[in-house]
């Protein structure tokens, strides 16, 4: 059996005053001190920079790799003496540096004030805010809500309604706004929820591949089965109306429940973002009585049924203003051959809740259910009024890609600025209703 020694090799004692105490300056340009050795050739050193960064097996290269030290900040380099086997720093350029890190923790404390003091206004601004909530919230519940009847047309609630319904009580005012002129129960929403959830077992499940056929499909027996397809389409980034999350069932079981309820109508892309709104803000039954009387209203049952004579009426009158309002901009659009229906149709199926940010298209319905149809039109021109200066710079493929895609943020004082100043009268001539028995269509009356 073989055997192995291992002599013990004597270890050098370390000096005890490492380099890094000796000159506490390292402690700031490095981790690893200067090794002791011969200072070198700065001729050698020059050969081996110029071998270039390009070849990886360069001296270069390997002369990065085996730094003696790396500097840990520009703070470092400005304030301490440089190595004893580096020349010194003439005195002119110290006091150089010295400035230059004067001005860089100026302008760091400059940048840390600002900073605080935007947090701090943000924060009195959402306090105000809140408190401003809170102060209408109760004056809705004190005042306006247990007199409805007899408050709701004042000039008072009017303007408050104009300034944004508070959260708490916002759904108590639409459900009130809205009406209920069909007459819908909670008894009537839970026969129609039994009649579709017997549809869905009696319905095969490969239809649910099939992609809806656009609005006012032929197809009344599937639209029980498109349902599926859109709800996983509504608000995504809410991530609480898909498969697995808190409102998947509810806003399934109200859309189900109304191709029941309403089966000439049956299910169109666009209402699943309208019941989804009111979900958001209602019980799930009082949802369905708000969501079935909003789409009985003569616009959206025109949209829905894809009446294209009451379309073709209502992109006429909405013309009317837009050239009465925007003049220029109105001029072109018929230049570019840009029509109304290409970018209004989207915002009118969904009441502008897919097209604009959630708590900006909740202000729009609170005052389109106090002004019914005529609101969607003025905020469509709203918001052509507030992008009115960027609009008339692009042609037809840009405007129609910025118009149906709106930007992510949208200031909501602005944009009702915009609306405020929208006129629906033309020549004395104004937006109005005219009410048939069967259905309503837009007219301009004197």
Not at 75 to 89: G, H, M, Q
Not at 114 to 136: F, H, P
Not at 170 to 194: P, Q
Not at 398 to 408: E, I, K, S, V, Y
Request: net charge neutral; hydrophobic share 35%.
């Amino acid at each position: 059996m073989t055997s192995f020694c291992c002599d013990l090799i004597p270890v050098p004692v370390r000096d005890s005053h490492p380099a890094e105490h000796r000159d506490p300056g390292w402690k700031l340009f490095g981790k690893i001190p200067p090794r002791d050795g011969p200072i070198k050739d700065p001729k050698s050193i020059q050969k081996v920079e110029s071998a270039g960064p390009g070849n990886s097996t360069s001296p270069r290269h390997g002369v990065r790799k085996n730094l003696d030290f790396e500097p840990l900040s520009t703070t470092a380099l400005i304030l301490e003496d440089r190595p004893a086997n580096l020349p010194a720093k003439p005195a002119e350029e110290a006091q150089k540096h010295r400035q230059q890190y004067e001005e860089m923790v100026a302008q760091a404390k400059k940048r840390e004030l600002k900073e605080a003091q935007k947090r701090r206004k943000q924060l009195e601004d959402r306090c105000k805010l809140e408190e401003s909530i809170g102060t209408a919230a109760q004056i809705w519940n004190l005042e306006i809500l247990p007199n409805w009847s007899t408050t709701c047309t004042s000039r008072r609630v009017r303007d408050l309604w104009w300034q944004g319904i508070p959260p708490s009580v916002r759904g108590k005012v639409w459900s009130l706004a809205v009406g209920n002129d069909l007459n819908i129960t909670h008894e009537l929403y839970s026969i129609c929820l039994s009649r579709a959830k017997e549809k869905w077992r009696c319905t095969p499940t490969h239809s649910v591949e099939a992609e809806p056929e656009g609005p006012g499909s032929s197809d009344r027996e599937s639209s029980l089965e498109l349902i599926k397809l859109d709800i996983s389409r509504t608000f995504p980034h809410l991530c609480i109306f898909q498969q697995g999350g808190p409102y998947h069932d509810v806003l399934h079981s109200i859309l189900g429940a109304y191709t029941c309820y309403r089966p000439d109508v049956g299910y169109v892309q666009g209402m699943s973002f309208i019941a989804a709104v009111l979900i958001l803000n209602l019980d799930t039954a009082d949802a369905f009585i708000a969501f079935a009387n909003l789409l009985n209203k003569p616009c959206q049952m025109a949209f829905f049924r894809v009446d294209h004579s009451l379309m073709l009426t209502y992109f006429a009158a909405f013309e009317v203003f837009f050239e009465e309002n925007l003049p220029k901009l109105f001029a072109h659009f018929r230049k570019n051959s840009l029509t109304p229906d290409i970018y209004l149709i989207d915002w009118i199926f969904t009441l502008y809740s897919k097209s604009l940010p959630l708590d900006l298209a909740c202000r729009v319905w609170d005052v389109f259910c106090r002004d019914s149809e005529e609101f969607l039109f003025r905020t469509g021109l709203g918001l052509l009024r507030l992008y009115q200066d960027v609009l008339t710079t692009m042609d037809f493929i840009h405007m129609a890609q910025f118009l149906t895609r709106l930007p992510d943020f949208i200031p909501a004082e602005q944009l009702f600025q915009h609306i405020a100043a929208i006129h629906m009268t033309s020549r004395n001539r104004k937006w109005t209703l005219q009410k048939d028995p069967e259905r309503g269509s837009p007219v301009l009356k004197r």
